[in-house]
């Protein structure tokens, strides 16, 4: 079956040190893949994603992910993070042709001084 | 550019009556729009489909009866959920995607229903 694993529910990291958020997909072919953050009151926002090509990507606010087929991931990684990086992000995916998004469960992440 | 708003941002109702969300793009003109419903610390799951002037097409499971879908424009899609219950209390999410734009979905804020 078709899924998305964010295998971290919650991450805690020091401000200024690094992070890696990892996602794992199963499907039959490479979907398009991309990275979401949802803030409180905020709409999820578009982090970064990947298509083809350079499977290095990077989005904004300072964060880049790495696709690697072999492994089935698309981890998403910042070298430091900042106290307003606090939030949930959502790994997602979407088979080429077809609209619709498939997210994974989502890791919390809190940052600590 | 590209946002998306919600409105209500929240809404308390008694079991039995119903509620309307609205979502609407603001700055562009959306051809599809897509309704999630989220449970507490948990993913976003996709109800529906909705394409301007025809019928949304619902996920397997959700019961197209009790939550109804308008996209009466381009800029506007409804989510009624009719005869609420306490098991429908959640968070609403409405997503937009713009002609051209990517293969990006622009997200609304969300509506979090309760039911009494």
């Known amino acids: 079956a078709q899924s998305v694993t964010q295998p971290d529910i919650h991450i805690t990291v020091s401000e200024g040190a690094s992070l890696e958020l990892r996602c794992n997909y199963s499907y039959g072919a490479t979907p398009y893949l991309f990275w979401y953050v949802q803030s409180p009151g905020q709409g999820l926002q578009l982090l970064l994603k990947?298509?083809?090509?350079?499977?290095l990507v990077q989005g904004i606010k300072g964060f880049e992910a790495e696709f690697k087929r072999s492994q089935s991931s698309f981890n998403l990684r910042k070298p430091s993070v900042h106290w307003s990086d606090a939030a949930e992000y959502f790994c997602a995916v979407r088979v080429i042709g077809n609209e619709k998004l498939t997210f994974g469960t989502g890791t919390r992440l809190t940052i600590i001084p | 550019g590209a946002v998306v708003s919600q409105h209500p941002s929240w809404v308390i109702c008694k079991s039995g009556t119903s509620v309307k969300i609205e979502c609407r793009s603001l700055d562009f003109q959306a051809t599809t729009m897509f309704w999630y419903r989220q449970f507490p610390k948990q993913s976003l799951m996709l109800m529906a489909t909705s394409n301007e002037g025809s019928k949304a097409t619902y996920e397997q499971g959700v019961e197209k009866d009790k939550f109804l879908i308008n996209h009466a424009s381009l800029t506007l899609s409804t989510l009624t959920v009719t005869s609420a219950h306490p098991e429908d209390s959640s968070f609403y999410i409405c997503?937009?995607?713009?002609?051209?734009?990517?293969?990006?979905?622009?997200f609304g804020p969300g509506t979090r229903l309760t039911v009494l």
């Open positions: 997503s937009a995607a713009r002609p051209g734009g990517g293969d990006e979905q622009f």
């Open positions: 990947y298509f083809s090509g350079d499977t």
